[in-house]
């Protein structure tokens, strides 16, 4: 059977309440304490990082082209800020301390205010001191609706994380100046969730059709996903509708930030249909759909591609100028050195300092952008993966188009995973003004070197 997955782990957990006060304006997003049943039954809930009283935060829905007004209110121990992901946003509400704007001390607040102009699944989540706070909680779903939506008995968001929990206090391990975690594969945790619950059931029925969200909100975990008792598509990637919906076979990969888009059929004749990760220990459920009754005497069929969203055109990538960011570092593959602003210092010096990794050889987010590009401009960025991890590069403000293999385009993405040893090229349109990070969104990975930023003006 599925659903029994237990790791343990012997680290201690700290956390503090903080009081809640009431704030004026926007509607807020409180980020604050809270407890929540993550463990299985059994366990004490756990001390979260919450915007709102749950995990994932409350979700929420615009619709294509309206606004996003939330006023951010912190109740935390940190200061903070919120990242709207995968929005084209204006630059000023995107999130970034240092860049953007100055993070916001416990007890202040900021209001952020953006048009959503693409319909598809986004999602928030802290963006200072991420590596911490989105593994505490910080997070929730951003949908933004088609004017015309697909026809669809249940839409079903659903959020996945792994969790690093104390067994026996279920409390969040305290340990995110772990070296170890920081030099490999990132953050990973002891149980899976969805929803920031284990093992969470939903009810469907018999030939019903799902359009299920599913958003990868975990630090570091690759996510081999697959069905059981349910069939159908993948229509979307990172919120971009595919123009041929991919009709699912096997597994599929789903990287840190990275999103799915998925319309299915309950097809199951037993009781149950499940959402499984593959991991290379096993299968493991993330999510039941228990099924009671029929919706329909047969399976429908065919499905429609969602409406296209209005990103730019993407002329002739041949013509466009290649910038290459080498992705190095790690354990196996240690930095022989790397720049700490204008101090090029040894991989033994930054390895006392926390940093691991770097990207074009900068440890940190360097004064000077990788890429200074003029409004309009098609560029092509390869990104070559130096080291012996994978990396799901991230940019701000943008969605990119995948180049495959034969030179052709692929997907619209925000993020794309690039394997150990790979290289991996995108076409970007820079058609938003303003200075966009770029990172790794193996969130230790970017606290301890993989960040960099791009201009456009």
């Given at each position: 059977?599925?659903?029994?997955?237990?790791?343990?782990?012997?680290?201690?957990?700290?956390?503090?309440?903080?009081?809640?006060?009431?704030?004026?304006?926007?509607?807020?997003?409180?980020?604050?304490?809270?407890?929540?049943?993550?463990?299985?039954?059994?366990?004490?809930?756990?001390?979260?990082?919450?915007?709102?009283?749950?995990?994932?935060?409350?979700?929420?829905?615009?619709?294509?082209?309206?606004?996003?007004?939330?006023?951010?209110?912190?109740?935390?121990?940190?200061?903070?800020?919120?990242?709207?992901?995968?929005?084209?946003?204006?630059?000023?509400?995107?999130?970034?301390?240092?860049?953007?704007?100055?993070?916001?001390?416990?007890?202040?607040?900021?209001?952020?205010?953006?048009?959503?102009?693409?319909?598809?699944?986004?999602?928030?989540?802290?963006?200072?001191?991420?590596?911490?706070?989105?593994?505490?909680?910080?997070?929730?779903?951003?949908?933004?609706?088609?004017?015309?939506?697909?026809?669809?008995?249940?839409?079903?968001?659903?959020?996945?994380?792994?969790?690093?929990?104390?067994?026996?206090?279920?409390?969040?391990?305290?340990?995110?100046?772990?070296?170890?975690?920081?030099?490999?594969?990132?953050?990973?945790?002891?149980?899976?969730?969805?929803?920031?619950?284990?093992?969470?059931?939903?009810?469907?029925r018999r030939n019903e059709r799902l359009r299920l969200r599913l958003v990868n909100a975990s630090n570091a975990r690759i996510f081999d996903l697959d069905?059981?008792?349910?069939?159908?598509?993948?229509?979307?990637?990172?919120?971009?509708?595919?123009?041929?919906?991919?009709?699912?076979?096997?597994?599929?990969?789903l990287a840190p930030a990275q999103r799915a888009d998925l319309i299915l059929d309950v097809i199951t004749e037993d009781e149950t249909a499940s959402l499984?990760?593959?991991?290379?220990?096993?299968?493991?459920?993330?999510?039941?759909?228990?099924?009671?009754?029929?919706?329909?005497?047969?399976?429908?069929?065919?499905?429609?591609?969602?409406?296209?969203?209005?990103?730019?055109?993407?002329?002739?990538?041949?013509?466009?100028?290649?910038?290459?960011?080498?992705?190095?570092?790690?354990?196996?593959?240690?930095?022989?050195?790397?720049?700490?602003?204008?101090?090029?210092?040894?991989?033994?010096?930054?390895?006392?300092?926390?940093?691991?990794?770097?990207?074009?050889?900068?440890?940190?987010?360097?004064?000077?952008?990788?890429?200074?590009?003029?409004?309009?401009?098609?560029?092509?960025?390869?990104?070559?993966?130096?080291?012996?991890?994978?990396?799901?590069?991230?940019?701000?403000?943008?969605?990119?188009?995948?180049?495959?293999?034969?030179?052709?385009?692929?997907?619209?993405?925000?993020?794309?995973?690039?394997?150990?040893?790979?290289?991996?090229?995108?076409?970007?349109?820079?058609?938003?003004?303003?200075?966009?990070?770029?990172?790794?969104?193996?969130?230790?990975?970017?606290?301890?070197?993989?960040?960099?930023?791009?201009?456009?003006?």
């Amino acid at each position: 059977m599925l659903f029994t997955r237990r790791h343990i782990l012997k680290t201690a957990a700290a956390a503090t309440i903080l009081p809640v006060a009431a704030r004026a304006g926007y509607p807020p997003l409180k980020a604050h304490l809270s407890r929540q049943r993550v463990a299985p039954e059994g366990f004490p809930d756990t001390t979260v990082w919450s915007y709102g009283d749950t995990v994932p935060g409350t979700i929420i829905k615009v619709d294509q082209g309206a606004r996003v007004q939330r006023k951010l209110v912190n109740d935390l121990p940190q200061p903070t800020s919120v990242h709207w992901h995968g929005i084209r946003i204006d630059n000023a509400m995107d999130g970034v301390p240092g860049l953007t704007q100055d993070a916001v001390a416990p007890g202040s607040s900021f209001d952020y205010d953006f048009v959503a102009p693409d319909a598809g699944t986004y999602w928030y989540h802290a963006h200072n001191q991420s590596m911490e706070q989105v593994a505490r909680g910080l997070y929730g779903p951003l949908i933004v609706a088609e004017a015309t939506a697909p026809d669809v008995d249940q839409d079903l968001v659903l959020m996945l994380d792994d969790w690093r929990l104390n067994p026996e206090t279920a409390q969040i391990t305290d340990d995110f100046d772990n070296g170890h975690d920081l030099s490999h594969a990132g953050r990973l945790g002891n149980i899976l969730t969805v929803n920031g619950s284990f093992d969470p059931a939903f009810a469907v029925r018999r030939n019903e059709r799902l359009r299920l969200r599913l958003v990868n909100a975990s630090n570091a975990r690759i996510f081999d996903l697959d069905l059981d008792g349910l069939a159908g598509w993948i229509v979307a990637l990172d919120g971009m509708p595919l123009e041929t919906p991919l009709r699912l076979s096997g597994s599929f990969p789903l990287a840190p930030a990275q999103r799915a888009d998925l319309i299915l059929d309950v097809i199951t004749e037993d009781e149950t249909a499940s959402l499984v990760s593959v991991e290379r220990d096993g299968s493991y459920g993330l999510a039941r759909f228990e099924v009671g009754g029929t919706a329909a005497g047969a399976r429908r069929q065919g499905v429609s591609a969602l409406p296209p969203n209005p990103l730019p055109e993407i002329g002739n990538i041949q013509e466009a100028q290649t910038h290459q960011m080498r992705l190095q570092g790690g354990a196996m593959r240690w930095l022989e050195s790397a720049r700490l602003g204008e101090t090029e210092l040894s991989g033994r010096e930054l390895a006392q300092l926390g940093k691991f990794w770097a990207l074009n050889g900068y440890a940190e987010r360097p004064e000077d952008p990788f890429l200074d590009a003029a409004v309009g401009s098609l560029h092509r960025i390869e990104f070559v993966n130096e080291s012996a991890f994978a990396h799901a590069m991230h940019l701000h403000g943008h969605h990119f188009r995948l180049i495959l293999d034969d030179g052709s385009l692929g997907p619209w993405r925000d993020t794309v995973l690039v394997g150990r040893g790979q290289a991996r090229q995108i076409a970007l349109i820079a058609d938003n003004p303003g200075n966009w990070l770029l990172h790794c969104h193996m969130l230790g990975h970017a606290v301890s070197g993989m960040m960099s930023w791009f201009r456009v003006s």
